[in-house]
C-alpha cells in the first residue's frame, strides 16, 4: 500500500478520521489560512508542511522534510486545531456575525425572523 495518497474531495466521515493528521500542502492559497507550518514561530502547534512550487521536485522535498520531522506533530493538537474549521462551529460563528448585523442596523433579533 502506497504511503502517500491523494484523496481530492472526500465524505465528511473520512474527513473526521483525517482530522489528526498532518498535512503536506502548497503554500499558497486557502491552505495558507487553516494550515500550522512546522516553522511558524509562536504557540500554535504545527499542522502541516508546506511545500512552494508546484513541481514534484517541490513536493519530494516536502515529503522528506515531513518524515524528517514527523516526530514534531502531535495528533491531538492537530485534532485541536481542526475543530476551528468545524462545521457545527462554522454555523453558530455566522449565526452569531448575522444578529450582531442585524442589532447594528437595528432589525431586531435573528429570531425574529420568518423563514419561508
Not at 462545521?87 to 433579533?109: P, S
Request: with cysteine.
Amino acid at each position: 500500500e502506497a504511503n502517500i495518497k491523494f484523496l481530492g474531495w472526500v465524505t465528511d466521515d473520512t474527513l473526521a478520521r483525517l482530522y489528526a493528521s498532518p498535512v503536506i500542502a502548497y503554500g499558497r492559497g486557502g491552505a495558507l489560512e487553516t494550515i500550522a507550518p512546522l516553522n511558524r514561530t509562536g504557540t500554535t502547534s504545527p499542522t502541516g508542511i508546506f511545500f512552494d512550487e508546484l513541481t514534484p521536485e517541490s513536493l519530494i522535498a516536502g515529503v522528506q522534510a515531513f518524515q524528517q520531522q514527523r516526530h514534531l506533530f502531535d495528533p491531538a493538537a492537530i485534532r485541536r486545531h481542526s475543530c476551528r474549521f468545524s462545521r457545527d462551529r462554522f454555523k453558530v460563528q455566522i449565526r452569531d456575525y448575522i444578529a450582531a448585523c442585524r442589532r447594528e442596523q437595528g432589525l431586531g433579533k435573528l429570531s425574529d425572523v420568518k423563514t419561508p
